[in-house]
């Protein structure tokens, strides 16, 4: 089974300001990582597939990077309506497919 | 708009069975496979399965032994049920659209249910 790690588990950040979420593989799993918010109460989102291909409606202002093992979400530019948690998802290896334990980013 | 809706008993006594239903609206459960999704209290999501129209199944290899997901056509719904359950079977169950045959994320998720298992 594929393990995903992500850190850090919280990241606090002004507004206007830039969040830099990590997401790790166990093993190797090429470009075949998908990233999703979380907003209590809400269903997740999907934001990027692919590392770095952006969703319908999804802001520029994210955007993903990385391949291989190390993978890394981006968000610039923070905005309160960004407060959420973030999940990985691994869709190379399986089954099962497998997520991070996920992100939260708060705004301070 | 494709909308999934998730529905059932919030409740579920511990061995007994859980079963679960995702009414999607908006698209034909034909065009698409369909997977459910859980996430304990306090820890990470957890993939389940999927189902495709064909008949097509895969499981979680962890619950493989208990689950069964299944599809309606006539309801446009498919479901999920989970047999013999305890309590760490407690969580929030989604149900979400595998984006393609080859590209195993989930483009789109519903709210989610909560279920309890508890006597």
């Known amino acids: 089974e594929v393990v995903m790690t992500q850190s850090p588990a919280t990241l606090s950040v002004s507004p206007g300001e830039r969040a830099t979420l990590s997401c790790r593989a166990s093993?190797?799993?090429?470009?075949?990582l998908a990233w999703y918010q979380h907003k209590r109460g809400q269903a997740p989102r999907l934001l990027m597939s692919?590392?770095?291909a952006r969703a319908t409606g999804v802001p520029a202002r994210f955007s993903g990077s990385g391949s291989g093992t190390e993978f890394t979400l981006t968000i610039d530019s923070l905005q309160s309506e960004d407060s959420a948690v973030y999940y990985c998802?691994?869709?190379?290896?399986?089954?099962?497919?497998?997520f991070g334990g996920g992100t939260k980013v708060e705004i301070k | 708009q494709v909308q999934l809706q998730e529905s059932g008993p919030g409740l579920v006594k511990p061995s007994e069975t859980l079963s679960l239903t995702c009414a999607v609206s908006g698209d034909s459960i034909n065009n698409y496979y369909w997977s459910w999704i859980r996430q304990p209290p306090g820890k990470t999501l957890e993939w389940i399965g999927f189902v495709h129209h064909s008949g097509s199944t895969n499981y979680s290899p962890s619950l493989k032994s208990r689950v069964t997901i299944s599809m309606d056509r006539s309801k446009n719904q498919f479901s999920l049920r989970l047999t013999s359950v305890t309590a760490a079977d407690t969580a929030m169950y989604y149900c979400?659209?595998?984006?393609?045959?080859?590209?195993?994320?989930?483009?789109?998720w519903g709210r989610g249910t909560l279920v309890t298992v508890s006597s």
């Open positions: 998802q691994q869709y190379d290896k399986w089954p099962p497919l497998t």
């Open positions: 692919g590392v770095s």
């Open positions: 093993q190797n799993i090429n470009y075949n």
């Open positions: 979400a659209r595998v984006a393609s045959s080859t590209l195993w994320y989930f483009a789109l």
